[in-house]
């Protein structure tokens, strides 16, 4: 099992880029499982992760998707903000710092806010216009993900409201 730490998108907003990212093909994120990883802790024990979470403050905000990208290199469909929010920022910003005083080992790479809807699709020649989407970001959540032969299980482990 395996541990990331994310904000999620309310239904209606899951399911509007599920049926938006469905006509392009690939490996489509079902609607249940969208989110925005904050953070990727991989095969750890949580415990730790619960606390520095708890140590977490952050602003509520809302999370534009207001561009659609295609990366060759792994051929991953995404959508996300034209630039991070500043509370998104500093949310994540936030979190790294507590998990590093937990001492657990985060990727170095920059944080990219994107939300991954498909993989191995081709890539399209232009991208449809993108639903309109209200994604109020009220809490982050610690995710436990099982890998199975059907794919991989999300179970919220711990949510996180923000203030």
Same mark, same amino acid.
């Given at each position: 099992?395996?541990?990331?730490? &994310?904000?999620?998108?309310?239904?209606?907003?899951? @399911?509007?880029?599920?049926g938006?990212?469905?006509?392009?093909?690939?490996? /489509?994120?079902?609607?249940?499982?969208?989110? $925005?990883?904050?953070a =990727? $802790?991989g095969? +750890?024990?949580p415990?730790?992760?619960i606390?520095?979470?708890?140590? /977490?403050?952050?602003?509520?905000h809302?999370?534009?998707?207001?561009k &659609?990208?295609?990366?060759?290199?792994?051929r991953?469909l995404? +959508?996300? !903000?034209?630039?991070?929010?500043?509370?998104?920022?500093a $949310? %994540?910003?936030?979190?790294?710092?507590?998990?590093?005083?937990?001492?657990?080992v985060?990727?170095?790479?920059?944080?990219?806010?994107? +939300?991954? $809807?498909?993989?191995?699709?081709q890539?399209?020649?232009?991208?449809? !216009?993108?639903?309109?989407?209200?994604?109020? %970001?009220?809490? =982050?959540?610690l %995710?436990? @993900?099982?890998?199975? &032969?059907?794919? @991989?299980?999300?179970?919220? %482990?711990?949510? =996180?409201?923000?203030?």
């Amino acid at each position: 099992m395996r541990f990331f730490f &994310a904000v999620r998108p309310p239904p209606q907003a899951a @399911s509007a880029l599920e049926g938006w990212a469905r006509p392009l093909g690939g490996r /489509v994120t079902a609607a249940h499982k969208i989110h $925005l990883t904050l953070a =990727f $802790l991989g095969v +750890v024990a949580p415990e730790k992760a619960i606390v520095a979470g708890r140590r /977490v403050h952050g602003e509520p905000h809302r999370l534009p998707i207001e561009k &659609a990208h295609y990366w060759k290199h792994n051929r991953v469909l995404w +959508v996300g !903000p034209d630039a991070t929010p500043g509370a998104l920022k500093a $949310l %994540v910003d936030r979190l790294q710092f507590e998990l590093y005083r937990a001492e657990y080992v985060l990727e170095r790479r920059p944080f990219a806010a994107h +939300v991954t $809807l498909a993989r191995a699709p081709q890539a399209p020649p232009a991208f449809p !216009p993108l639903p309109q989407v209200d994604w109020p %970001v009220r809490e =982050f959540t610690l %995710v436990r @993900s099982s890998l199975a &032969a059907k794919g @991989s299980t999300y179970e919220i %482990v711990e949510r =996180f409201p923000l203030h």
